[in-house]
């Protein structure tokens, strides 16, 4: 896993240079549709409430997120709207740089894992 080096934060999307080189642009929108948190991960579970939670996301106002480290693992979000609570590893926005599901096909299960 390459490790962050660089997060430029725009108007729709951000930008993340890892240090392999790579450059991911990711927009807001999708970086809340990934929602790691026990309130929305669950909504990823079936394909029209993945639907709703994404109409939702893209029905409020468009914003630049506050963003903070949380250790040497991970990002969170703070948004006027919307949900704040998630915490993104790093492992979870390389995927959604490269397209792929942060989940890994796996549905939420709340508890200990």
Request: hydrophobic residues 25%; aromatic residues 8%.
């Amino acid at each position: 896993m390459p490790q962050l080096t660089r997060l430029e934060r725009r108007d729709t999307d951000m930008v993340l240079d890892w240090d392999d080189g790579t450059n991911h642009t990711i927009p807001y929108d999708d970086i809340r549709h990934a929602c790691p948190c026990a309130s929305c991960s669950p909504q990823r579970n079936e394909d029209e409430t993945s639907m709703m939670l994404r109409h939702t996301i893209e029905n409020l106002p468009r914003e630049k997120p506050t963003v903070r480290t949380i250790g040497n693992y991970a990002l969170s979000f703070e948004w006027v709207q919307g949900c704040s609570s998630g915490i993104y590893r790093f492992e979870r926005l390389w995927k959604l740089g490269e397209k792929q599901d942060p989940d890994g096909g796996k549905t939420y299960v709340h508890g200990a894992w």
